[in-house]
């Protein structure tokens, strides 16, 4: 069983990053597909939108320092087939001390390795901080595919060209041939504004081959649901952003293969 591993960026914060990384883990899982979450934000808004409670000790930070192993950080989930490596704030201190290291951009890569060869996981699903400091550019240089949660609003677009620039960047310094956009997800869609309309039409003329066809709605619900500890699913089963959520989740496993 091949392992892909999926990172959620954006540099810009507030775009529906850790929501679509959540509640994508959250749907594969519901769909009995192995998911391991990975939260990479010092924010541990991921950690906290599974209901697990911060602890210290329990983060990356360690492994990334050479000081124990990803494996012993997962942690389980009250979502059978949803596992979690949760975030702290001393993930924080890693933005420098990353910075310091021999190989610190791959320093997340050899990690992960054991876990994904380990045959644990079908899907590896990491949330970003809300800027492209070490943690992201970490998360780029181990992944397979890269999410783009992107906000339907103008200034959006100028944050897309910025990342895909950074993209390829890592491509052509050879950090990570592999590393392919795997799909653009037009988040907190307002369908009576044409604005949205028109940031959608434009991503589409440009990207035609990346973006989801899933438009992810703005409602309360999904804003609500992090605060009480649950992915859309467990929060509002039958609402919009659920529905959406799973038809996002079937276009990933339909493109990716995730279901073989």
Do not use: W
């Not at 409670?53 to 050479?66: D, I, T, V």
């Not at 504004?193 to 990346?210: F, G, I, M, N, Y």
């Not at 619900?221 to 992090?226: G, K, M, N, V």
């Amino acid at each position: 069983m091949a392992c892909t591993v999926f990172t959620i960026a954006n540099q810009k914060g507030g775009v529906g990053k850790t929501t679509t990384a959540v509640n994508v883990a959250a749907a594969l899982a519901e769909k009995k597909i192995h998911t391991l979450l990975i939260d990479l934000d010092p924010q541990a808004s991921a950690t906290s939108a599974v209901g697990v409670e911060k602890k210290a000790g329990r983060s990356l930070y360690g492994p990334l320092r050479g000081e124990g192993s990803l494996i012993e950080m997962i942690t389980p989930t009250a979502y059978e087939h949803l596992a979690l490596v949760p975030s702290e704030e001393d993930l924080a201190a890693a933005e420098i001390e990353l910075a310091q290291t021999e190989n610190y951009l791959a320093r997340l890569r050899t990690v992960l390795a054991p876990v994904r060869n380990s045959n644990g996981y079908r899907a590896i699903i990491i949330d970003c901080p809300p800027a492209l400091g070490m943690l992201s550019m970490n998360s780029l240089a181990a992944a397979d595919f890269l999410l783009i949660a992107l906000q339907c609003e103008y200034m959006a677009l100028e944050g897309l060209g910025q990342i895909l620039r950074n993209v390829e960047r890592l491509k052509s310094a050879h950090i990570n041939d592999a590393l392919e956009v795997g799909g653009i997800v037009m988040t907190m869609f307002d369908s009576r504004t044409s604005l949205a309309k028109q940031v959608v039409d434009e991503v589409r003329q440009h990207l035609p081959d990346k973006i989801f066809q899933t438009l992810i709605p703005r409602t309360v619900r999904l804003s609500e649901a992090p605060s009480f500890g649950k992915p859309i699913f467990a929060y509002d089963p039958h609402g919009p952003g659920a529905t959406a959520y799973r038809a996002l989740t079937k276009e990933m496993i339909d493109r990716f293969g995730l279901a073989k």
